[in-house]
């Protein structure tokens, strides 16, 4: 160094001050890296925080979608249950009236129609038939 070899006062405090002075600058630089390295750990963290979150969606939507999928199977499985009793119900209406004899039928047929007669000339009268006033004097 120049001032090593100069004819200075003092030159070695002027030495030792900068010495001082880039040893402070080495930590400075040294303590600046270090900020900046913890930075990036912070990030990514945070990156991989993220992407873990969304992984977790995906997992959840994923789950969903074969939750809705299992309901729907179960409800077509209903529907089709549904639709074969219905089947059977219509089988057993059947034979029930293949067993009846043509004129138990045709009884229960002029049974009905006589309740259905009966029923419409009541409503008849009754709507034909004057309405009695009560005067009050």
């Known amino acids: 160094m120049i001032i090593e070899a100069s004819t200075l006062q003092n030159k070695d405090q002027l030495i030792e001050a900068i010495e001082q002075e880039e040893k402070a ?10 900020l900046q390295m913890q930075q990036i750990a ?7 925080s993220y992407s873990k979150s969304q992984d977790a969606l995906a997992m959840e939507r994923l789950a969903k979608v074969q ?19 219905a089947a059977l119900n219509l089988v057993k209406a059947v034979k029930e009236i293949q067993g009846m004899d043509i004129n138990m ?10 309740l259905t007669a009966d029923e419409g000339r009541r409503a008849e009268e009754a709507s034909t ?9």
């Open 67 to 85: 939750l809705d999928k299992a309901l729907n199977a179960e409800r077509i499985q209903r529907a089709e249950e549904d639709k074969t009793a």
């Open 42 to 48: 912070v990030e990514t963290q945070q990156k991989m």
């Open 129 to 137: 038939k004057p309405l009695k006033q009560e005067v009050s004097i």
């Open 105 to 114: 039928l045709q009884q229960a047929v002029n049974i009905i129609q006589g």
């Open 25 to 34: 600058q080495q930590e400075a630089k040294e303590k600046i890296e270090q």
